[in-house]
């Protein structure tokens, strides 16, 4: 599976960016995307999850201010980020989760290239 991102750039604080994720490979084996953000000398930490049951996952800080959604038939993963805050700031990286089935199943977790978001204030 590979994923590519696109969406990123430069908003104020209060503004709106969307996030695009697009999968491609073996889809049919992907089981959750996620959305994932790494600020300046921190951790990269889940910012929002969505499973093949459309479960969702979202981090304190992006609930009621973000959405993730998922197109199956576009294999897409799009987080829409309002009300940006300048600590929303970071490189958002879009990552996937699945099982390859085969002779022997294998678990795997494959990350895209980071876009950067930048939130000025």
């Known amino acids: 599976v590979q994923l590519q991102a696109s969406g990123g750039g430069l908003v104020q604080a209060g503004g709106s960016l969307r996030l695009s994720c697009l999968a491609s490979?073996?889809?049919?084996?992907?089981?959750?995307m996620a959305w994932h953000r790494q600020a300046p000398g921190k951790t990269r930490d889940l910012v929002a999850s969505i499973n093949k049951s459309g479960i969702l996952k979202y981090a304190d800080s992006a609930k009621g201010r973000f959405t993730i959604s998922r197109d199956y038939a576009a294999n897409t993963v799009d987080l829409q980020m309002n009300s940006l805050k300048p600590e929303d700031t970071g490189v958002y990286y879009c990552e996937a989760e699945g099982i390859h089935f085969g002779e022997s199943p294998i678990a795997y977790r494959t990350w895209g290239e980071g876009t950067q978001v930048t939130v000025s204030s």
């Open positions: 490979g073996s889809v049919r084996s992907i089981n959750t």
